[in-house]
């Protein structure tokens, strides 16, 4: 067996996909699997806190060392959007749990960076 997951939780959720993808193929009971997930660009565009790319990628190393590769294949495939239409409609954005902390997050930051601060 093969799985392949698009994320469309938050990342922890794209964590134990990864996990239980490792542990399926360190159990033989899959020959490989691959986790779709968005971009950094394309995640700014999605409902608040979905897994992405960008947060994943520092744990790499810690999936290399389960020595997946000798028994299949685990990957990570990045997606990104063509292009963005100004006038399509915008997905409402969530007001529960950390969803308005992630918004206020984002506004500081953009904030920060037009006016040339680090952030």
Not at 16 to 45: F, H, Q
Not at 52 to 79: M, Q, S, T
Not at 85 to 113: F, N
């Amino acid at each position: 067996m093969f799985a392949v997951e698009w994320e469309t939780g938050n990342v922890s959720s794209s964590h134990r996909a990864l996990n239980k993808m490792t542990l399926g193929i360190r159990d033989d009971i899959l020959c490989g699997g691959i986790l779709v997930l968005p971009s950094r660009r394309l995640y700014e565009l999605l409902t608040d806190r979905i897994g992405n790319y960008r947060e994943v990628a520092p744990y790499f190393d810690i999936w290399r060392h389960c020595d997946v590769a000798k028994r299949g294949i685990l990957a990570v495939l990045e997606i990104e959007h063509d292009r963005e239409d100004p006038s399509a409609p915008a997905l409402t954005k969530g007001t529960d749990g950390y969803a308005l902390v992630a918004r206020a997050k984002r506004a500081s930051a953009k904030r920060k960076s037009k006016t040339g601060k680090k952030h």
